[in-house]
């Protein structure tokens, strides 16, 4: 036995798990669970996509009234205005989820590779 594999046993042994066994344990667990979590948000993100198309084209459904005559202009254009946010809500939550797996995607690959992914603050 050489004296440089009796010491790291020793100090392994001493300080409990040594760091590269404890780190491969962080690295397992954080990669499964992030991919679960990716599989959960890109499925979550067809029925957003959905939402957003729906909300698109109850809008086309509003801009011609339905198909029926404009009898009330003031409701008219109320139902404009909400059907125009409710496609912009239904487009930026989409867009929010979609962020949200650009950056699990980035921590996979930092978890895989080393590479800390990028993180920005939103301006509002």
């Known amino acids: 036995m050489e ?12 300080a409990g798990d040594d760091a590269k066994a404890k780190s491969l344990k962080i690295q397992r667990k954080a990669t499964a669970y992030i991919k ?3 599989s959960a948000k890109e499925a979550r993100a067809l ?7 729906e909300a698109e084209e109850e ?14 202009n003031k409701e008219y254009i109320k139902k404009l205005l909400v059907g125009k946010a409710n496609v912009v809500e239904a487009q930026k939550v989409f867009e929010e ?3 949200d797996i ?23």
């Open 3 to 14: 004296l440089k594999n009796f010491l790291e046993t020793c100090i392994a042994k001493i």
């Open 59 to 72: 809008m086309a459904m509003i801009i011609i009234n339905q198909g029926e005559a404009i009898t009330d």
């Open 102 to 124: 650009v950056f699990l995607e980035e921590t996979l690959a930092f978890v895989k590779k080393g590479d800390f992914p990028k993180t920005e603050e939103k301006s509002k």
């Open 97 to 99: 989820h979609n962020e």
């Open 36 to 38: 679960s979590q990716i």
């Open 47 to 53: 029925d957003l996509e959905t939402e957003v198309e």
